[in-house]
């Protein structure tokens, strides 16, 4: 893996508007940098990343039949209701995975299982990148990208018609990010045959005379892929309605096992000599050594401490959250044209329950946070790996 330096697009800034990405702000997309990979350490990548995903599956499903849902910060009251999504099999259509790699090891940061970000640009922008690159002359014939997100989504769209799904509601909550997102999945699920709907999440209706949520046009709503996290919902004075609803989420509820990031704990339980899967525990302090202190519920690297050589800690919302310690696991540092350091951490994008593609984030800061750049990647081609 190396970190290049290459000319930019002389257009990109209106590519990036053509899929709808307007909050590049501060750099967010990094045009001329890309991170470089041999077809040989992304096979790799792929074959790790798909028995992480098997083992976060089967860790989910021990959650759910031991009762381990309240180590995992889930309320009570969603408890059965989760387990009847799970054994109702609901279907998942996405989720990404965060992983450290540094050329030869490769650590389970977490997992993102219900709202991940960056989606547009690991699944459409960082290919137009590569397809204009190679058409401008910028990198060699023969380069390639592990990109089969669009595809993937797609699919799992369709199998989820097959299985009888016909309507879906989409819903956001009000950042451009959050819509551009859900107009792109809704777009996927169009194309793969479904009808759908959309609303803004506060549009959301109940009635408790009504078996489903409803819409404004006073619709039912069977299906609802929102891009909204459960912990912001099980905090609203709506709350009960998420373990009472006919209405099924797609992400489904059985998914709040892997937003928790207590679940890195119980995968630990569950494959202590896994290589992979870094050590950690629900009780803090009892791992000892360096370790990366976070609440069970975050985003955007909110309310993270590192405990060790190397101190760092965030601020954010989630401070009053219980927590859980994983080892911590050291980033690759880069160094830009200008000698400003930048650790890059993987997102592995899952379709269902198979891994499709990759996206990068790099930070300034050990801790990824939300002022981190996205930067595409390529594989070389073999003559030149």
């Known amino acids: 893996m190396r970190r290049l330096t290459l000319p930019g697009r002389p257009d990109w800034a209106a590519r990036l508007k053509e899929v709808a990405i307007d909050w590049d702000g501060n750099g967010y997309w990094q045009e001329q940098a890309a991170y470089t990979f041999t077809p040989e350490e992304i096979s790799r990548i792929e074959e790790v990343s798909q028995r992480l995903v098997d083992q976060l599956l089967e860790t989910a499903s021990f959650a759910i039949e031991r009762h381990r849902l309240g180590d995992l910060g889930i309320p009570a009251f969603l408890h059965s209701a989760v387990r009847e999504s799970w054994l109702r099999s609901d279907p998942s259509v996405y989720m990404r995975l965060d992983l450290a790699y540094d050329g030869e090891r490769i650590h389970l940061l977490e997992c993102n299982g219900q709202t991940p970000t960056s989606l547009i640009e690991a699944s459409v922008a960082q290919w137009h990148w590569l397809e204009d ?9 023969g380069c390639d990208q592990w990109n089969g997100i669009h595809e993937g989504l797609m699919e799992r769209w369709g199998e989820a018609s097959n299985r009888g799904l016909r309507h879906v509601h989409f819903a956001a909550g009000e950042s451009s990010e959050d819509l551009a997102t859900v107009t792109y999945l809704r777009d996927l699920a169009e194309q793969a045959g479904l009808r759908t ?6 549009e959301i209706g109940q009635d408790p005379q009504r078996r489903y949520l409803i819409d404004l046009d006073d619709q039912d709503i069977p299906h609802l892929m929102w891009l909204w996290p459960f912990e912001f919902a099980w905090e609203d004075t709506a709350a009960p309605e998420l373990a009472l ?30 290589a992979e899967i870094l050590p950690a525990s629900l009780t803090p302090g009892s791992l000892g ?3 990366v202190r976070k609440p069970l519920f975050s985003r955007e690297g909110q309310n993270v401490t590192i405990i060790g050589q190397d101190h760092a800690a965030t601020g954010g919302q989630y401070g009053d959250l219980r927590v859980v310690e994983q080892r911590y696991a050291e980033l690759p540092e880069f160094r830009t044209d200008t000698d400003e350091r930048r650790y890059p951490v993987l997102g592995v994008w899952v379709a269902g329950s198979t891994v499709c593609g990759l996206g990068i984030r790099e930070d300034a800061s050990r801790i990824t946070g939300d002022r981190a750049s996205f930067v595409p990647h390529l594989i070389l081609p073999e003559k030149s790996a």
């Open 133 to 141: 690159q190679l058409a401008l002359g910028q990198i060699e014939d």
């Open 289 to 291: 050594g360096e370790v």
């Open 245 to 274: 609803t006919g209405t099924r989420f797609i992400e489904p509820l059985w998914k709040t096992v892997l937003c928790s990031k207590g679940v890195l704990a119980l995968m630990h339980e569950r494959y202590p000599d896994s």
């Open 197 to 202: 709907a959309g609303l803004a999440v506060y």
